[in-house]
């Protein structure tokens, strides 16, 4: 079965409800699409609002982060059940913005990759090295280090559902795009682990994207390598033309 294609906006700490709402309306034609799955994950005050302006599109909402408890005492935090009563899906988890001003660890990643399959969420777990790991050569060790410990403890039902988006530090916005063979190389080495892990069913399922620095120019080119079903987009994700990542050709 043909992994599909999924185009993932992360529009991390960028606009209020009124400028989401204004910009999905305006994606709602360069984002059509009939073979590419579109999802813009934004900031949790804006999901009502996107939402509202994405009913009769194509493009889903999603979330950029979620807790790991019920509910409780966790000021400012969001549980997985307020984002699935607000209609979300897909949560990005463990993207390298928030490992590094928010402390959040492999160890963290994974208690909230379980929690999301417990309630019916699902994960984009981010992965990838600095320029620094990739200078030293410790690259793919690094990757499945990450990836082993944000996977411990879930099924194989649960890992072929799940998303994993192999984005490098230094390329995420940056300007700076990894070449489609490096980053083939790291989501096939992805790959290979979840088949370690799971079996060949597994490994075949899940979707691996790239993220960093994807372009209307790059897109094309990335996509259309084996091991990558798509892309996590930053700052191209901002404006209708997405809509050139989402058709890429
Ligand atoms: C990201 O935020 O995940 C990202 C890849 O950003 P950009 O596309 O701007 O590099």
């Known amino acids: 079965m043909a992994r599909k294609i999924l185009a993932a906006g992360n529009w991390k700490m960028n606009k209020t409800p009124s400028e989401a709402a204004a910009t999905i309306e305006a994606m709602k034609a360069t984002c059509a699409s009939d073979t590419v799955e579109v999802l813009l994950c934004v900031p949790a005050i804006d999901i009502p609002a996107a ?12 979330a950029e982060n979620v807790y790991f408890e019920e509910s409780g005492a966790y000021t400012g935090e969001i549980s ?25 660890t492999n160890e963290t990643v994974n208690k909230k990759m379980i ?17 620094e790991q990739r200078e030293q050569g410790i690259t793919i060790d690094w990757i499945r280090q990450q990836v082993k410990v944000g996977f411990l403890g879930l099924t194989a039902d649960q890992a072929k559902a799940a998303v994993i988006a192999y984005e490098p530090i230094w390329a995420i916005g940056t300007g700076k795009t990894a070449t489609s063979d490096q980053a083939e190389e790291v989501c096939k080495a992805i790959r290979d682990l979840i088949r370690e892990l799971y079996g060949d069913a597994v490994a075949e399922e899940i979707r691996i994207l790239y993220g960093g620095s994807v372009k209307g120019s790059n897109a094309a080119e990335l996509f259309g390598k084996e091991d990558i079903d798509g892309g996590l987009v930053g700052g191209a994700s901002l404006k209708p033309d997405f809509g050139d990542i989402v058709n890429f050709k």
């Open 51 to 62: 939402i509202e302006a994405a009913k009769g599109s194509n493009i889903q909402i999603g």
């Open 80 to 104: 997985p059940d307020m984002l699935l009563d607000a209609g979300i899906k897909y949560v990005i988890l463990g993207h390298s913005e928030r490992r590094e001003y928010f402390a959040e």
């Open 115 to 131: 929690k999301c399959f417990e309630k019916g969420l699902v994960p984009i777990m981010c992965c990838g090295e600095s320029l």
